[in-house]
C-alpha cells in the first residue's frame, strides 16, 4: 500500500513554493512515470502464457485442426480462436 509523503521531506523548497501558488492544503496526485508502468499481464506472466497457447493454437491449425475442434480443445469460443488464427 502507497502511503501518503510530506512534500517538504520530497521535494526541494523552491519547488514546494512553486506548487504552492497552485495548490495548498490539498491532497495532490503525482503519476509515476509512464517508463515504470507495465503493460497488462506482464509482472504476473499471463502475458507469456496467453502468447504461447495463441502460438500453439495457430500452429494446430496450421496442423489441420478445425476451428470447432481447437475451440473444444482450448476451451475457447469459434470467435476468438477465428481471432487468434486469422490475425497476426
Given at each position: 500500500?502507497?502511503?501518503y509523503k510530506k512534500a517538504e521531506t520530497v521535494l526541494p523548497k523552491e519547488l514546494l513554493d512553486e506548487i504552492k501558488k497552485y495548490v495548498?492544503?490539498?491532497?495532490?496526485?503525482?503519476?509515476?512515470?509512464?517508463?515504470?508502468?507495465?503493460?497488462?499481464?506482464?509482472?504476473?506472466?499471463?502475458?507469456?502464457?496467453?502468447?504461447?497457447?495463441?502460438?500453439?493454437?495457430?500452429?494446430?491449425?496450421?496442423?489441420?485442426?478445425?476451428?470447432?475442434?481447437?475451440?473444444?480443445?482450448?476451451?475457447?469460443?469459434?470467435?476468438?480462436?477465428?481471432?487468434?488464427?486469422?490475425?497476426?
Open positions: 500500500m502507497k502511503r495548498q492544503g490539498e491532497y495532490l496526485y503525482i503519476p509515476s512515470g509512464s517508463e515504470s508502468r507495465r503493460a497488462w499481464g506482464e509482472k504476473s506472466g499471463t502475458r507469456k502464457e496467453l502468447a504461447a497457447r495463441n502460438k500453439a493454437i495457430r500452429s494446430d491449425f496450421q496442423a489441420g485442426s478445425s476451428i470447432n475442434t481447437l475451440s473444444e480443445s482450448y476451451f475457447l469460443s469459434v470467435n476468438t480462436i477465428k481471432k487468434i488464427v486469422y490475425t497476426k
